[in-house]
């Protein structure tokens, strides 16, 4: 029995269903929210963060860095993080990239202020992070389309957990409808052969009561 503590909107949590899911491996999703801080939760994970992958009920992996490097291990097929050390010293790179830089920049700066304090309450969004957020985003859109100008995929000739990484990420901003696509078509192409992968439909069809995405989300020829 394999089950995973996350919130749907979360991009480290949408990154490990991701992988699970390109590594057809099944898993009971259990939403979980860490500000909370269930006793029964914090038991499997002192630290009270999620995601958190709990196996056979017994063996808790905590954060997406460590669980991403299990179940590639656990289950090599397919490979996500590559099969020479270059290959995966780059994919590493490249999430790292997102999980980092983009969160900080883009992730935080949209996601928390726009739909996050407004659905837990805490508070008036940021306009100003916000409109931080929108500009940096054209920053990195910029920087995938120079790296699909010269790949097939972002870290090489194989998908790998940099494409993860950045689409897990990008679809939360694109919940909240603030990816600007139409300036960005080659990103939008490769965004589109995520977007059709089995291991994306459950992220399609994520919705918040209250907070549904925009229309396009969920539609693969957007």
């Not at 069809?205 to 396009?216: E, K």
């Amino acid at each position: 029995m394999r089950t995973l503590y996350h919130q749907p909107l979360d991009p480290f949590c949408r990154k490990i269903r991701l992988i699970l899911g390109e590594k057809a491996l099944e898993a009971t999703l259990i939403p979980e929210n860490p500000a909370e801080r269930r006793h029964d939760f914090l038991a499997i994970n002192p630290a009270g963060e999620i995601p958190v992958l709990l196996e056979d009920g017994t063996i808790a992996i905590c954060g997406h860095g460590a669980i991403t490097e299990y179940l590639d291990e656990m289950r090599p097929e397919p490979m996500l993080i590559g099969r020479h050390p270059r290959e995966r010293a780059e994919a590493r790179r490249l999430a790292a990239w997102f999980d980092e830089k983009f969160y900080r920049e883009v992730t935080r700066n949209i996601l928390d202020e726009k739909l996050v304090k407004r659905l837990s309450k805490t508070g008036q969004p940021d306009s100003s992070a916000i409109r931080a957020g929108l500009a940096n985003i054209r920053t990195h859109l910029d920087y995938i389309t120079y790296l699909m100008d010269r790949r097939s995929w972002l870290a090489g000739e194989r998908f790998s957990i940099a494409d993860i990484a950045a689409a897990a990420h990008l679809s939360c901003v694109d919940y909240c409808g603030d990816v600007p696509w139409e300036n960005y078509s080659a990103v939008k192409d490769w965004y589109v052969r995520i977007k059709s992968r089995p291991s994306f439909r459950s992220i399609l069809a994520d919705s918040l009561p209250g907070a549904p995405p925009p229309r396009h989300y969920a539609d693969l020829d957007f």
